[in-house]
């Protein structure tokens, strides 16, 4: 492993070079394996061009990104990148990770059902993925993409009951069709219940094969235009946006040159011999193939999270980051273990043309750090703040990490921790939001079943957290052939007095940070 100092200075060093590129006017550009340069005359002296030769290699790994546009024509079927099988299964182990992105709304005002129907027909036929089916040719998913209409809806009519269906019935009905199993290869389904003449549930439910939760928000900004927009047409608001076939292409042109090799060049040698992370298991799930997950509930109390918010901001750091370095630090005593390992979930969604692209462009980044006792924590968070700009900047799909890190012979078990700001899970506007159509409409929360995963895929614990701008809330989920309730409790307790020392004094060393009680 390349020492984190050394890997941000060689880092640094390309991007002085490229901003020194721009003020001499010179722009570079990677053309396959080649770096490419147009300037004005006389302004590359002889030392600036062999300069930029000596660092050619890592200037293609900055520049090389993937490019995506929109194509006239879309075709019947898409053959998916061989490593997406990885992911496919996964999620059909575990049908509450499949049917995790979804949204349900409330909507009451003077609308009838064939105008929503309308509605939700026209968002759907706005996004092609959502027409379409798996299946796997030759083990290898394919988007089918159908022919027919792609808009069919499910309509559940329960204002006839007399009386009116009591509250618990509708919830019923609601999560009986957003966590029903996806069969036959379909990864889409939408429904209108009607509760009455002026009440309607809407929803939709992706399978996370295809889509993350960016792309709800995206479903859900459609569906609140319209109906604020008093039912128009959003089309002109609205052009269509960048289909799933489009991405495919752009991130398969991109991954064939030589940027992304130049990537895991650079991931060998990052994760050469790291050792796994994880907690020590309770229990050895034997030949077991599935397990039940259980979500452990934890906050990040208000005082604590405005402290880590005043560090972050006197630090220039982010409060994610802070949160991560609690994490390594937490581990690295539990395990007394100072090379450590952590999972980070990125959007994947830097593009503008992916702003409004309904799919799953979201990512994974191994993070790697060395927690020594005798560092001062605000030298190990600007260490930290280096790592992940770094690994940042050089990522690629995870599933390729994976192969490479198989490899070299690198353990890539590690936790996974992420942390996402509240106002980024809103599928719908807050309770009470008024439309200028005069219709009121409402989130509607759905409760999440008990679900398991596969033993291989779950082999450690994850942290996923909401900053909800008071407190910090979320769950860690473990699978409970591996480890006991109790284990991750004492793991919680932890990592929130870590988080809460950070907050409180960071002008110390790490080993002086106490996370026991």
Not at 75 to 94: C, F, G, H
Not at 313 to 341: C, N
Request: hydrophobic fraction near 45%; glycine fraction near 6%.
């Amino acid at each position: 492993m390349i020492g984190t100092a050394a890997r941000a200075q060689r880092f640094d060093a390309v991007c002085s070079l490229m901003a020194e590129a721009e003020r001499r006017g010179v722009k570079l550009w990677v053309d396959g394996t080649r770096l490419r340069y147009r300037a004005p005359p006389g302004s590359v002296p002889p030392e600036f061009l062999e300069r930029l030769k000596s660092q050619r290699a890592d200037i293609i790994g900055e520049l090389s990104k993937p490019e995506f546009s929109k194509r006239e024509r879309s075709e019947d079927i898409l053959r998916l990148p061989e490593y997406s099988i990885v992911w496919w299964n996964e999620t059909n182990t575990n049908h509450v990770t499949a049917n995790g992105p979804h949204l349900v709304a409330r909507i009451v005002g003077s609308l009838s059902l064939e105008d929503l129907t309308g509605i939700l027909r026209m968002i759907i036929s706005r996004h092609d993925v959502l027409g379409a089916r798996v299946t796997l040719v030759d083990g290898v998913p394919c988007l089918v993409f159908s022919k027919c209409d792609p808009s069919a809806l499910e309509v559940v009519d329960i204002s006839g009951a007399t009386p009116r269906e009591p509250d618990g019935v509708v919830q019923q009905i609601i999560e009986g069709i957003v966590w029903r199993r996806f069969e036959n290869g379909s990864i889409f389904r939408a429904f209108i219940v009607r509760v009455s003449a002026n009440e309607h549930i809407c929803g939709f439910v992706l399978h996370h094969f295809v889509a993350d939760s960016v792309a709800c928000q995206i479903l859900a900004d459609e569906l609140v235009a319209a109906l604020r927009d008093n039912r128009r047409a959003i089309a002109p608001r609205f052009p269509r946006p960048l289909q799933y076939a489009d991405y495919v292409r752009g991130i398969e042109e991109w991954l064939s040159g030589y940027g992304p090799r130049r990537r895991l060049v650079f991931w060998k040698a990052y994760m050469a011999d790291a050792p796994a992370t994880f907690l020590p298991y309770d229990t050895d799930p034997g030949s077991a193939l599935v397990g039940s997950l259980e979500y452990l509930p934890f906050e990040i109390p208000a005082d604590c999270r405005a402290r880590l918010a005043r560090l972050a901001s006197d630090l220039k750091v982010t409060l994610f980051l802070l949160v991560l370095a609690a994490h390594f630090i937490t581990l690295s005593r539990l395990l007394r273990q100072h090379d450590l390992v952590l999972t980070v979930i990125i959007s994947g969604r830097e593009h503008p043309a992916l702003a409004d692209f309904v799919g799953n462009a979201a990512d994974c980044l191994p993070i790697r750090m060395s927690v020594l006792p005798e560092m001062p924590l605000t030298e190990f968070i600007g260490q930290l703040q280096a790592t992940y700009l770094l690994a940042y900047r050089h990522q690629v799909k995870w599933e390729l990490l994976l192969e490479a890190f198989r490899e070299i012979g690198a353990n890539c078990t590690s936790p996974l921790t992420n942390l996402i700001a509240a106002e980024q899970t809103r599928a719908t506007p807050p309770s009470g939001h008024q439309s200028e159509a005069d219709i009121a409409i409402e989130e509607v929360l759905v409760r999440v079943p008990p679900s398991v995963g596969s033993v291989s895929w779950h082999v450690t614990h994850d942290i996923n957290m909401c900053d909800y701008g008071q407190l910090i809330g979320g769950t860690v989920k473990y699978m409970t052939l591996r480890y006991s309730r109790t284990t991750i409790q004492h793991f919680l307790d932890c990592f929130v007095r870590c988080a809460d020392a950070i907050g409180r004094d960071c002008g110390r060393a790490i080993r002086d940070i106490s996370v026991d009680a």
